[in-house]
Antibody
């Protein structure tokens, strides 16, 4: 059974760094791409970036300067780190499985809610 | 960047009614268009990919069509469990989501 689950801090202060972990089961990170998508009140759903099955990454230019995506295949985990947080970064952050070759996001985690506030 | 415009933003329909949702791209997206359903408090769920391919386990009352810049999601007979917000997503050039159509029961 394919499962994805995000865990994050919930509350982050402005200017600080957000770290979220996506733990997956039922499939291998070396067979699928993993994408991060966020949903904010201001901009709706936005793709943030993804890590390929081989480990290389691509980032949305909107976030490129402050976003990092990495993984630990031995632990079946994918990591999102984004620095210089602003209140506009408040929202729900999802990890999603992206089928290699088609790019279709066919499975999503339940999301990690993040509030940026002092 | 490709922009995606969904219409209407809000739709009220009756059980059993045929419902049509639209999505327009700012340029040709070569049928790389997916539809997602998001219920309140849940993650988006894939319904249709590449314009007209029904994802595994999705009821056949959902269908998709379109080409070029204009795409449609049709629910042939609306059911109470279809109350949700529906998003389109283009994958022709990176990923861009539409703003969504919120569907409720009349």
């Amino acid at each position: 059974q394919v499962q994805l689950k995000e865990t994050g801090p919930g509350l982050v202060q402005p200017t600080q760094t957000l770290s979220i972990t996506c733990t997956v089961s039922g499939f291998s990170l070396t067979s699928y791409y993993m994408q991060w998508v966020r949903q904010t009140p201001g901009k709706g759903l936005e793709w943030m970036g993804f890590i390929r099955s081989g480990g290389s990454t691509e980032y949305n230019s909107e976030f490129k300067s402050r976003l990092s995506i990495s993984r630990d295949t031995s632990k079946n985990q994918v990591f999102l780190k984004m620095n210089s947080l602003k209140t506009e970064d408040t929202g729900v952050y999802y990890c999603a499985r992206k089928v290699r070759g088609t790019g279709v996001m066919d499975a999503w985690g339940q999301g990690a809610s993040v509030t940026v506030s002092s | 960047d490709i922009q995606m415009t969904q219409s209407p933003s809000f739709l009220s329909a009756s059980v059993g009614e045929r419902v049509t949702l639209s999505c327009r791209a700012s340029q040709n997206i070569n049928k790389y268009l997916d539809w997602y359903q998001q219920k309140l408090g849940e993650a988006p769920k894939l319904l249709i990919y590449n314009t007209n391919n029904l994802h595994t386990g999705i009821p056949s009352r959902f269908s998709g069509s379109g080409s070029g810049t204009d795409y449609t999601l049709t629910i042939s007979s609306l059911q109470p469990e279809d109350v949700a917000t529906y998003f389109c997503l283009q994958r022709n050039s990176w990923d861009t989501f539409g703003a969504g159509t919120k569907l409720e029961l009349k």
